[in-house]
């Protein structure tokens, strides 16, 4: 079946320090991958999207993903963490034929210290 | 573009009530969909809509919630004889197109006391 893991439930950095939140998923075909945020009470921002082509691809508030085949992996990074990126994350693989539902790993929590 | 809106943005309910809520899609978005997102948790697919038409409904999706989408444009979820366990953020997103991005409203945060 199709999942998604996010092996990292809580996660605290340093403002200013790097960050990578992991992502791997199950799925049999080439997937379409999205990373997203949600702040507390609020609903989903898209930070970036995979479909297709090249495998770093950029989203907002300065965040890259790598998608990477081999490891059935499309983790999250950014180099310098700011407070105002305390939130949740959420890894979604989309299934490419169907319905087209998502299916959303666990999230991550980021906290971040002064 | 408005974006995917959705009321009541809060609902407190007694146990045993029924409860609606509505999601109205961007405009020219086919298709529809609703997950449900408990504390801690990623959200969980229940239903999908191509146009008017139901065409997936999870095994979360009880005997007690029923969903609709008359004509292709709006969409109403509705669960009946609300319990505890129904507690949850319930979140509309509506896309279209090849690559199927979906569009996400704020929820709708449903407390059964």
């Known amino acids: 079946a199709q999942s998604v893991t996010q092996p990292d439930i809580h996660i605290t950095v340093s403002e200013g320090a790097s960050l990578e939140l992991r992502c791997n998923y199950s799925?049999?075909?080439?997937?379409?991958l999205f990373w997203y945020v949600q702040s507390p009470g609020q609903g989903l921002q898209l930070l970036l999207k995979y479909f297709s082509g090249d495998t770093l691809v950029q989203g907002i508030k300065g965040f890259e993903a790598e998608f990477k085949r081999s490891q059935s992996s499309f983790n999250l990074r950014k180099p310098s963490v700011h407070w105002s990126d305390a939130a949740e994350y959420f890894c979604a693989v989309v299934l490419t034929s169907g319905t087209y539902k998502y299916i959303f790993g666990t999230g991550t929590r980021l906290k971040v210290l002064a | 573009d408005t974006g995917v809106s959705q009321d009541p943005r809060h609902k407190i309910t007694k146990r045993g009530q029924n409860v609606t809520f509505r999601c109205d899609p961007i405009s020219e978005h086919n298709r529809l969909y609703w997950y449900r997102q408990t504390l801690g948790q990623g959200p969980e697919f229940l239903t999908y809509?191509?146009?008017?038409?139901?065409?997936?409904k999870s095994r979360l999706l009880s005997d007690r919630f029923s969903a609709e989408r008359p004509k292709g444009s709006f969409s109403t979820l509705e669960i009946q004889r609300t319990e505890q366990g129904d507690s949850a953020m319930y979140l509309c997103a509506s896309s279209s197109g090849t690559y199927n991005e979906q569009f996400f409203g704020p929820g709708t945060r449903l407390t059964v006391l």
């Open positions: 809509f191509q146009n008017e038409a139901q065409l997936e």
């Open positions: 799925y049999g075909a080439t997937p379409y």
